[in-house]
Antibody, heavy 120, light 110 residues
């Protein structure tokens, strides 16, 4: 059974860079047809797609976040990562990593989510 | 402001049928599949409907999806207390080259 697990700091200071890693187990991140992505949910609010990456490195990003987001992949470790720069309190959210279909909104596997708080 | 529009809330009594709407545009719902997610309190979302009207293994047939033009709907029949959750629609948007979500609908079982 495929499992995804987010890891990273739970507290980030304003203007700094948020960094999270997702470790995939029970399957290979190099599987064809799937993208690996990040979705976030501010407390009490809805879901926001951040972006996704193919094992080859091809990426898609949410246009509203594109200038601050970098998603990368490490196939040797079966991991992919998120970096979000110049964070503010508005970036406080539960961050989910997920397996997504290519050019679709189908997310068939989700991590449990990790809360990242932006505060000094 | 979400790209896809859902009502913020819906409600029904046990056994009733409720529907949740999702409105989009030609660049998302109008040209791509619609997906629905159920999020129980304190948990990650779960895929409920894929490709407009398909149910993943394990999802009861009380849940059904449909799509017409630039709108989609999720129907839940035989409402049960455990259906109380937030429901989100989603689609790929060709103009944005991005996944877009609805704002979510909180379903209350009275």
């Amino acid at each position: 059974q495929l499992q995804l697990q987010e890891s990273g700091p739970g507290l980030v200071k304003p203007s700094e860079t948020l960094s999270l890693t997702c470790t995939v187990s029970g399957g290979s991140i190099s599987s064809s047809s799937y993208y690996w992505g990040w979705i976030r949910q501010p407390p009490g609010k809805g879901l926001e797609w951040i972006g996704s990456i193919y094992y080859s490195g091809s990426t898609y990003y949410n246009p509203s976040l594109k200038s601050r987001v970098t998603i990368s992949v490490d196939t040797s470790k079966n991991q992919f990562s998120l970096k979000l720069s110049s964070v503010t309190a508005a970036d406080t959210a539960v961050y989910y990593c997920a397996r997504q279909g290519r050019n679709t909104a189908m997310v068939s596997y989700w991590g449990q989510g990790t809360l990242v708080t932006v505060s000094s | 402001q979400s790209v896809l529009t859902q009502p913020p809330s819906a409600s029904g009594t046990p056994g009733q049928r409720v529907t949740i709407s999702c409105s989009g545009s030609s660049s998302n719902i109008g040209s791509n599949y619609v997906y629905w997610y159920q999020q129980l309190p304190g948990t990650a979302p779960k895929l409920l409907i894929y490709r407009n009207n398909q149910r993943p293994s394990g999802v009861p047939d009380r849940f059904s999806g449909s799509k017409s033009g630039t709108s989609a709907s999720l129907a839940i029949s035989g409402l049960r207390s455990e259906d109380e959750a937030d429901y989100y629609c989603a689609a790929w948007d060709d103009s944005l080259s991005a996944v877009v979500f609805g704002g979510g609908t909180k379903l209350t079982v009275l």
